[in-house]
Every structure is written in C-alpha cells, then in structure tokens.
C-alpha cells in the first residue's frame, strides 16, 4: 500500500499563491507518476498536473503559466507551485500517484481563493 499524505491548502487572495505538498510512504518501487487533481463538488476529478519519476510534466490548459510541479526522489514528495491564483481555482486538490502497485490517492487538502 501507499500512503499519501497532503499539506500546504488555505485562503489566498486571488492573485496570491501558494504551494501544496505530498509526501507519499509505503510500497513505492521504481518508477512511478505523481500528481494532483483537483474536484469540485458535483463535478468529475479532473488533472491539474502531474510529473514523471524522470521528471516529465504536464499540465492542464487552465494552469499552465501559473502552475508549477516539482518533486524530491528521494523524498518522495511532489509539489504543486500555484501562482496568479483565480477565485475559479477554489476547490479540493488530491495528490495522486501511480507507480508499480496500482494508483494510490491523498486525503484531499482544500483552496479557497477570494476575489
């Protein structure tokens, strides 16, 4: 099993920012795939970002410019960077992994960006 676990949501001002973190533990072998969704209530997960163990990204068209993912191997935690934050991105974020056991999911840590 893996754990993840999630830090770094609040209130910011839009405009603001902040950065998310996700520090993942357990059966974590070999390559692998994190990154964060993000789920509003009512609607689908939908991808935010995600990076590769070789350090591969992509985004999602409404974050690239402000977002930015970054992880430490050998800390095995991913960060998302959120810059020019907008009243839209207010919602749940979840890291996400997927590695050689299958796909794994945080707790969820909340943003609210006020206008």
């Known amino acids: 099993q893996v754990q993840l676990v999630e830090s770094g949501g609040g209130l910011v001002q839009a405009g603001g920012s902040l950065r998310l973190s996700c520090a993942a533990s357990?059966?974590?072998?070999?390559?692998?795939?994190m990154g964060w969704y993000r789920q509003a209530p009512g609607k689908q997960r939908d991808l935010v970002a995600h990076i590769t163990s070789l350090g591969t990204t992509h985004y999602a068209d409404s974050v690239k410019g402000r977002f930015t993912i970054s992880r430490d191997n050998a800390k095995n935690t991913v960060y998302l960077q959120m810059n020019s934050l907008k009243p839209e991105d207010t919602t749940v974020y979840y890291c996400?992994?997927?590695?050689?056991?299958?796909?794994?999911w945080g707790q969820g840590t909340r943003v609210t960006v006020s206008s």
């Open positions: 357990g059966s974590i072998f070999g390559r692998n795939t």
């Open positions: 996400w992994l997927r590695g050689s056991v299958g796909s794994s």
